[in-house]
């Protein structure tokens, strides 16, 4: 069983930048995939991006703006968000995959003036 916490979800202006982070624990294999996808109200959950391996993937609304990394060592993947926008207001969620899928909580995230 694996559990995803998430962190750093807030209030934030137009152009502003956070950072969110999740930490996994409980039995992690060295395939265990890792990434985040957001859902805004009224909107299905959308894709933000994964990492597993040396593979890392990001959706394409959110290219050049997101980042994701991850810490093996420390079974964390975080996502450093810059030139955020009011549409990428959401609850974002850490997703992982180890022979199913695995979610967080959640954490909101609002931008706006």
């Known amino acids: 069983q694996v559990q995803l916490v998430e962190s750093g979800g807030g209030l934030v202006q137009p152009g502003g930048s956070l950072r969110l982070s999740c930490g996994a624990s409980g039995i992690i294999s060295s395939s265990f995939a890792m990434g985040w996808y957001r859902q805004a109200p009224g909107k299905q959950r959308e894709f933000v991006g994964i990492t597993s391996g040396a593979s890392t993937r990001i959706a394409d609304s959110v290219k050049g703006r997101f980042t994701i990394s991850r810490d093996n060592a420390k079974n964390t993947v975080s996502l450093q968000m810059n030139s955020l926008k009011p549409e990428d207001t959401a609850v974002y969620y850490c997703?992982?995959?180890?022979?199913?899928?695995?979610w967080g909580q959640g954490t909101q995230v609002t931008v706006s003036s």
């Open positions: 997703y992982g995959r180890q022979t199913r899928d695995y």
